[in-house]
C-alpha cells in the first residue's frame, strides 16, 4: 500500500516538529517520518517517562509542548520506528520506502539532523571510546551513566551539557578536555552577548561542572586510547596542544569510558540520493543548499524539497525551529512568513557561525596517527593502507582512496570517517560532496530486499 | 524490571531501555568481534550511525543494539 501525503517530513527533531507544526496549520495535510521510537530528535531525546525526562533536560518544556502539539495535530500523521532506506523519483514524485511502508508525495522538508563529528586517533575502536553524544543519548533516553570513570573531550559547547549531565546524575567525570584556548572565546563574544540566554544556559553547566569539583581544561586533547587485557578501555594520552592541535606535553589518564566529540557533521544522505544540491559550509562540512525560503535546489519542477535544521549548516535547536518553521510555511506555500522569523533565523545563524570560528579542528589532529591507527572503523584500514593508496597506488582523493582501500564503504558508508578522509586528501568541495553522498540512506539486508519483492 | 540473555546468561533490564544501555548496566561492552582483525568493539555512537554495536539479536545478526529497545525475554548474542 502507498501512503500519500500532501508534505512529508522527514526527522522528527526541533527542526522537523516545527515544519510539521506550522506545515499542518497553515492547512496541509502532513506525514511525519522519524525511525526512533519517540519524537524529539537527538536534542528533545527522552524516556517517556516525565519525570526522569524534566530531571535528564534542563529546558525539557518547550521539547514535550511541541511534541504533544505535533501528537494532538489531527493535521498531522506520525510514523515512528520508520527507518527509510530509499529515496527517488519517480513519474514526478517522491517516493521513500521504510522497510514496512512506502510514501509517496510532491513535496519533501529534509530535517534529518547531525551525528557527532569523530576523528580518527590511535585507539578510538577501543570498546568505551565513545562519542559525546552516545554519552547523551544513553542518559536522556535510558536514564543510564556511561561508566564508571568518564572523560569527556575533543571541541564544542556540547561538552558542557554532556559532562554535567553525567556529573548532575552522579556519574563521575575524571576530566573535561576542551581543544580550543579559553582566550579564543573573546573571538565570539560579541555575538555571545546579543544571545544572553545561551550565556546563562552555559554559566549553569560550568556552575555544576564547578560545583562538583570536575577539572575543565583548555587546550587539552586524548590523543590515544589504551586497552587493559580484556581489550576494554583502560586509559587515554591526554595532550596539551596548540592550536594547530600539535603535541606540547602528554600525560596519562585513567579512564572506562572516553566520550568524545568534534562538533557535527550534518545527515544529508537524503539529499545525495534525490541529486539536491550540496556545498561546502564554512566549517567544512557538506550541507544541503537552500534559499530564502529554506528550499533546497534540484532539477525537477513538479516536485518541492525543502531542508531544515542541521542539515543545511550547524546551528543548534533555536535556529532548527526557526528553520523549520519556515520550511513548514513555504511548503504548505503560506505567504505569512514573517520578517521577524527570518530575523529570528539571521540572528541564530550569526550565533552558530561565531561559535564555529570559537572551536576550530586544526589540522594537527593527523600527528596524531600512527600507521596502525584504523581511519574506516567499518572495513579496518589503517592509515598506513590509505597513505599507500595516496604515495604507491596514485589515490589523489577520498574517491580514489575508496576504490582502492575500502575506506568509507563498510556498513556507515562513510559516515564517521568520510570527513576524515576528505580532510586527510585535503580534498575539493566536489570530492567532498561526492564522497558524502550515498545511493542507499540505509543498509538493509538482501533478505529485506527479496521479501519486498525488489530481487 | 524485565530480564533478557546475553550470551545466554540472564540479565536484567528496565523497560525502556536500549539494548546498549541494558548491557552497560550490566558491565556488558563488547558487542561483537571484527571480521578481519577479530577486535572487539562495543557501543560508539549511540545514535544507529556507526554500526559498531552490532549484535545477534532473537537470531537475527547485525542488528544495532543502540536503537533497539530491549524486551522481556529477547536473547541477545555477541556477534563474531
Redesign the interface.
Given at each position: 500500500m502507498i501512503i500519500n501525503h500532501q508534505i512529508l517530513v522527514l526527522g522528527g527533531g526541533p527542526a522537523g516538529l516545527n515544519a510539521a507544526k506550522y506545515a499542518a496549520n497553515a492547512g496541509a495535510d502532513v506525514g511525519l517520518i522519524d525511525?526512533?521510537?519517540r519524537l524529539g530528535g537527538?536534542y528533545w531525546r527522552h524516556?517517556?517517562?516525565i519525570s526522569v525526562d524534566h530531571a535528564m533536560h534542563h529546558n525539557f518544556d518547550q521539547g514535550s509542548l511541541l511534541i504533544d502539539a505535533v501528537l494532538t495535530n489531527p493535521q498531522i500523521k506520525v510514523y515512528l520506528e520508520c527507518q527509510i532506506w530509499s529515496v527517488s523519483i519517480v513519474n514526478d514524485s517522491i517516493v521513500l520506502r521504510s522497510l514496512f511502508q512506502i510514501f509517496q508525495t510532491q513535496k519533501l522538508i529534509i530535517a534529518t539532523g547531525a551525528?557527532?563529528r569523530?576523528i580518527p586517533f590511535p585507539g578510538w575502536?577501543?570498546?568505551?571510546?565513545?562519542?559525546a553524544?552516545?554519552?547523551?543519548?544513553?542518559l536522556k533516553?535510558?536514564?543510564?551513566i556511561?561508566?564508571k570513570n568518564i572523560v569527556v573531550a575533543g571541541t564544542g559547547p556540547f561538552l558542557l551539557p554532556v559532562a554535567a549531565g553525567i556529573s548532575r546524575h552522579g556519574g563521575n567525570i575524571v576530566g573535561v578536555l576542551e581543544a580550543a584556548y579559553k582566550t579564543s572565546w573573546v573571538k565570539g563574544i560579541t555575538t555571545l552577548i546579543r544571545s544572553p540566554f545561551k550565556i546563562v544556559e552555559g554559566f549553569g553547566y560550568i556552575k555544576t561542572l564547578r560545583k562538583n569539583k570536575v577539572e575543565l581544561r583548555f587546550g587539552h586533547a586524548v590523543t590515544a586510547a589504551h586497552a587493559g587485557a580484556d581489550?576494554?578501555l583502560e586509559s587515554v594520552t591526554v595532550a596539551n596542544i596548540d592550536r594547530n592541535f600539535n603535541v606540547k606535553s602528554t600525560y596519562s589518564l585513567k579512564c572506562d569510558v572516553a566520550a568524545i566529540s568534534w562538533g557535527f557533521t550534518p545527515?544529508t544522505s537524503i539529499a545525495g540520493a534525490l541529486d539536491v544540491r550540496q556545498r561546502v559550509n564554512h566549517d567544512g562540512s557538506v550541507i544541503i543548499e537552500v534559499d530564502d525560503d529554506q528550499r533546497a535546489i534540484q532539477s525537477n519542477a513538479l516536485i518541492e524539497i525543502y531542508a531544515a535544521g542541521e542539515s543545511t549548516g550547524i546551528g543548534g535547536s533555536e535556529l532548527a525551529l526557526a528553520e523549520g518553521a519556515i520550511a513548514g510555511l513555504a511548503a504548505a506555500h503560506d505567504p505569512g512568513i514573517s520578517n521577524q522569523l527570518r530575523k529570528l533565523r539571521r540572528r541564530a545563524q550569526k550565533f552558530a557561525h561565531t561559535l564555529s570560528k570559537v572551536y576550530p579542528v586544526a589540522s594537527g589532529w593527523q600527528s596524531w596517527l600512527t600507521s596502525e591507527t584504523l581511519i574506516c572503523?567499518?572495513?579496518?584500514v589503517t592509515y598506513q593502507t590509505v597513505r599507500e593508496a595516496a604515495e604507491e597506488l596514485g589515490a589523489i582523493d577520498a574517491r580514489g582512496a575508496k576504490l582502492m582501500t575500502r575506506c568509507g564503504m563498510?556498513?556507515?558508508q562513510g559516515?564517521?570517517c568520510g570527513r576524515s578522509i576528505s580532510d586527510l586528501f585535503d580534498g575539493n568541495q566536489v570530492d567532498r560532496i561526492q564522497f558524502a553522498s550515498r545511493p542507499i540512506i540505509t543498509?538493509i539486508?538482501l533478505g529485506e530486499l527479496a521479501q519486498e519483492g525488489l530481487l | 524490571m524485565i530480564t533478557f540473555t546475553f550470551n545466554g546468561v540472564e540479565l536484567f533490564a528496565i523497560s525502556g531501555q536500549s539494548v546498549s544501555a541494558a548491557l552497560l548496566t550490566n558491565n556488558e561492552r563488547i558487542t561483537r568481534y571484527t571480521r578481519i582483525n577479530n577486535s572487539p568493539r562495543g557501543l560508539f555512537c549511540g545514535i544507529g550511525v556507526c554500526f559498531d554495536c552490532l549484535l545477534i539479536i532473537d537470531g537475527k545478526p547485525n542488528q544495532r543494539g543502540c536503537i533497539t529497545m530491549v524486551q522481556s525475554g529477547m536473547t541477545v548474542e555477541i556477534q563474531k
Open positions: 525511525s526512533g521510537v537527538q524516556t517517556g517517562d551525528y557527532d569523530s575502536d577501543i570498546p568505551g571510546v565513545i562519542t553524544g552516545a554519552a547523551q543519548a544513553l533516553g535510558s536514564g543510564v556511561a561508566g581489550g576494554l545527515d572503523r567499518c572495513e579496518e563498510g556498513m556507515c559516515r564517521i543498509p539486508t | -
